[in-house]
């Protein structure tokens, strides 16, 4: 069953989402060569804290941090330790705010440098991204009360794969409110026919993320027992905000202003 | 944090036969699994050796095992 939000709860998700895109924004601003990925785990605790909230992520069981960073072949779920991030590193940040008993989730990748110096995997590294951001604003178009899971996910895959890369299949979007992943699931790949999948209605709380590598979307699970990442150093991506589907446009919580996402 | 939908299938070499049908088998990015065959190949009587090439399920609970589910 897919929870629907109540008034009261979606009040408190709007603002929980709205005080997440400024711990964000916040941390986006310190990304830079030279940063040590802890460093920026331990701002993004105490701002999370600051304004009021609970590191989402610290509530999933033996996960201690309060992001994912997940550098060049990683994909997701990268636990932020000594590294120091290098100039033309492709730096995916995920944050997750628990605010008034209710989770909101968001990432955004970008890559680390100067134009001048050397991007990894040979200069085409404004298309990569560009494709993620594209995906991901038309996903939330896509998401509209009446409108399927599948129509989402339809629209991610395409988008991803006209401009030439590949949607990674095991990882998917959810639902997300009192727990952090709740129903639906939402592929960024169609796994099964539209007709199959549920129905978005309103108040619903989608946490819809787009996940897709530069070649083959294959996956390994690092020494670690988090970090996922391309056995083949297949650099990879990541765009999520947390949406409330409404009767109408839907409404993204976690709207970072640096990039306003126009429905 | 993202959701993972179904088990992540890595491809490796098989480097060593051990007994009760478990195997290790060196993956993509060099690291080696403690891994065992699959029921359904075990059913079809399959049979894996040293050398052969094969697909391995990664469990996320233990990142140095796997379950092999294809050989090539």
């Known amino acids: 069953m897919i929870p629907i939000k109540t008034e009261k709860e979606i009040k408190l998700m709007k603002e929980g989402g709205k005080r997440l895109a400024l711990v964000f924004a916040e941390v986006l601003k310190i990304v830079k060569p030279g940063v040590c990925l802890k460093k920026l785990d331990q701002l993004a605790e105490k701002l999370v804290i600051k304004q009021g909230g609970f590191p989402s992520f610290k509530t999933v069981k033996g996960y201690h941090w309060a992001t994912c960073i997940n550098i060049n072949e990683g994909v997701v779920h990268g636990i932020p330790n000594d590294y ?9 940040l995920d944050m997750g705010m628990l605010y008034k008993g209710f989770h909101t989730d968001m990432a955004r990748t970008l890559w680390v440098g100067n134009p001048k110096s050397n991007p990894p995997a040979g200069g085409q590294n404004p298309k990569f991204l560009k494709a993620g951001k594209e995906a991901l604003r038309a996903a939330i178009k896509a998401a509209r009360a009446d409108n399927r899971v599948g129509h989402v996910s339809a629209v991610i895959e ?11 299949k095991e990882l998917t979007g959810h639902g997300v409110g009192k727990e952090l992943h709740e129903e639906p699931q939402i ?20 946490a819809i993320e787009v996940i897709y590598a530069w070649k083959k979307p294959d996956l390994v699970l690092a020494n670690d027992g988090w970090t996922i990442k391309t056995p083949h150093g297949s650099l990879s991506g990541l765009f999520e905000d947390t949406v409330l589907i409404t009767q109408k446009r839907p409404i993204i919580l976690t709207d970072l202003e640096m990039k306003p996402i126009v429905c | 944090m993202v959701k993972q939908e179904s088990k992540i299938k890595v491809e490796g070499v098989v480097i060593e036969a051990l007994p009760n049908a ?22 079809y009587r399959i049979k894996v050796m040293p050398g052969d090439k094969v697909k391995v399920e990664m469990t996320p609970y ?8 294809y050989r090539e």
């Open chain 1, 187 to 206: 592929p960024c790949f169609l796994a099964k026919p539209i007709e199959k999948t549920p129905v978005l209605q309103p108040g619903m709380t989608l």
């Open chain 1, 84 to 92: 120091r991030i290098k100039e033309g590193d492709l730096v995916s």
């Open chain 1, 158 to 168: 395409k988008v991803i794969r006209r401009a030439g890369f590949s949607p990674v």
């Open chain 2, 62 to 69: 233990d990142e140095n095992k796997g379950r092999i589910v």
């Open chain 2, 22 to 43: 478990m195997f290790r088998v060196k993956i993509e990015d060099g690291r080696i699994l403690l891994c065992h065959l699959a029921g359904k190949m075990r059913m």
